[in-house]
């Protein structure tokens, strides 16, 4: 069964660091790109980060660009999260997800992609 | 950025209804456009890939359609198993945005 487990979270001080870990089973790890998704307390779905199958490349949104970094080890399974300068607004639950490829446009172009795994997040919440 | 509004944010439904939720993107993204459901204290689910493909697993009476800029998920006859959040998201670019997030009630 294809699963991910986070790990990680806590309360943490503003202007503080925090490791995120998500570990993931049941499918080949190496193959797929994976994605941090993140949910404050009663609001939407906020896209994170993405990094490609093979780490080569890597994209994050604008609101942690610079401040957080995603990293993978396919030996291990396990996929990162790096927070650093951490503010109130970063309080969340974070998801861990696999991206799933499913397919190309008869026309050519961008595959179609969605995710199509989660983990059951970890709660990060930043407070002094 | 891609920016992703969803109509609307709530819906007293019943069930037995027919549910259509709304999702606009700010610029043309083909059918770059996926659909997830989420219930209270849970992880989202994929409902829709590519704008009107069903996952699967996903019951037939959830369906999309659009493309370009608008997009529509219907819910042909509401089960008490989808009240729930719903969610779009285009995967044209990165950043990859969600909709603001439609939340179906019971009536």
């Known amino acids: 069964q294809e699963q991910l487990a986070e790990s990680g979270g806590g309360v943490v001080q503003p202007g503080r660091s925090l490791r995120l870990s998500c570990a993931a089973s049941g499918f080949i790890f190496g193959s797929y790109g994976m994605h941090w998704v993140r949910q404050a307390p009663g609001k939407g779905l906020e896209w994170v980060a993405v990094i490609w199958y093979d780490g080569s490349k890597k994209y994050y949104s604008d609101s942690v660009r610079g401040r957080f970094t995603i990293s993978r080890d396919n030996s291990k399974n396990t996929l990162d999260l790096q927070m650093n300068s951490l503010g109130a607004g970063d309080t969340a639950v974070y998801y861990c997800a696999r991206d799933q490829y499913f397919g190309l446009p008869p026309m050519g172009g961008r595959s179609w992609n969605a ?6 997040g970890t709660k990060v919440t930043v407070s002094s | 950025d891609i920016q992703m509004t969803q109509s609307p944010s709530s819906l007293s439904t019943s069930v037995g209804d027919r549910v259509t939720i709304t999702c606009r993107s700010s610029q043309n993204i083909s059918r770059y456009l996926n659909w997830y459901q989420q219930k209270p204290g849970k992880a989202p689910k ?3 890939y590519a704008a009107s493909n069903l996952q699967s697993g ?10 370009g800029t608008d997009f529509t998920l219907t819910i042909s006859s509401l089960q008490p198993e989808d009240f729930a959040s719903y969610y779009c998201q285009h ?8 909709g603001q997030g439609t939340k179906l009630e019971i009536k």
């Open chain 2, 58 to 67: 996903v019951p037939s009476r959830f369906s999309g359609s659009g493309s």
């Open chain 1, 115 to 120: 995710v199509d795994v989660w983990g059951q």
């Open chain 2, 91 to 98: 995967s044209y670019s990165f950043p990859c945005t969600f």
């Open chain 2, 46 to 48: 994929l409902l829709i």
